[in-house]
């Protein structure tokens, strides 16, 4: 496993957005890991597609959705220039695929663990470091 | 960093001090800095949620995962753009 002295912990796309949008496991990691000895990673990838998601919602609830990312800026963020170097290799280990820049991040030394509600997608050495958000709640 | 004086309310101030003599943070300036990094996700939830509001979650889950496939093919095409 991947150590460091306080936990980096990477959520995914589909679960930060679950996270932020309603109650349950999602949420309940993001609320952990703001309480906690954790510290929350985000890429520039990741709010770039949440940013592109909220493209087709109503203007009202696109603004609040838009100043929601704002406020993750805060957060750990990952650049394109940092996960970038580690494509090719995510793209051996899960194919050319929407996860793949995902997969890169995790792959950097930024993370020590990757939450995400679809463990078969990213397959790695370590399966520790690949928790779903119940798995992470399991493990505090 | 830059530095501002801030005025606390007595019961607040107690508190803090209370966590960094428990040893939760170094000293009050970082227990501040780290509670006011707490705000910002809190805060990030609170406007997520107006966004969802009646919004089905697994409806909306499919439809960013149809978008995050078209970023990615996006970023693909660029990526090999000359």
């Keep these: 496993m991947k150590s460091s002295k306080r936990a980096r912990v990477l959520l995914d796309t589909s679960t930060l957005f679950s996270a932020l949008g309603w109650s349950g496991a999602p949420f309940e990691v993001l609320i952990k890991i703001n309480e906690g000895n954790s510290d929350l990673v985000l890429t520039d990838y990741i709010l770039d597609e949440l940013s592109d998601h909220f493209r087709d919602f109503p203007p009202e609830r696109r603004e609040h959705a838009l100043e929601s990312l704002e406020h993750l800026e805060e957060a750990s963020v990952i650049k394109e220039s940092e996960w970038k170097e580690n494509l090719s290799r995510a793209e051996e280990l899960v194919g050319e695929s929407k996860d793949a820049p995902i997969m890169a991040a995790f792959l950097t030394d930024r993370v020590d663990v990757l939450v995400t509600s679809n463990e078969s997608d990213f397959p790695v050495e370590d399966m520790e470091d690949v928790q779903t958000p119940t798995e992470f709640l399991e493990k505090l | 960093m830059e530095k501002v004086q801030v005025r606390f309310p007595r019961e607040d101030l107690k508190k803090i001090e209370k966590e960094v003599k428990e040893g939760k943070y170094p000293n009050k300036s970082e227990a501040i800095r780290d509670k006011v990094r707490k705000s910002y996700i809190l805060e990030a939830v609170v406007q997520m949620r107006r966004a969802t509001e009646g919004i089905d ?6 439809k ?15 990526e090999s753009a000359p």
């Excluded at chain 2, 979650?57 to 499919?62: F, I, N, P």
């Excluded at chain 2, 960013?64 to 660029?78: A, C, G, V």
């Design chain 2, 57 to 62: 979650r697994e409806e909306a889950l499919e």
């Design chain 2, 64 to 78: 960013l995962e149809e978008h995050r496939t078209e970023k990615y093919e996006e970023f693909k095409e660029s």
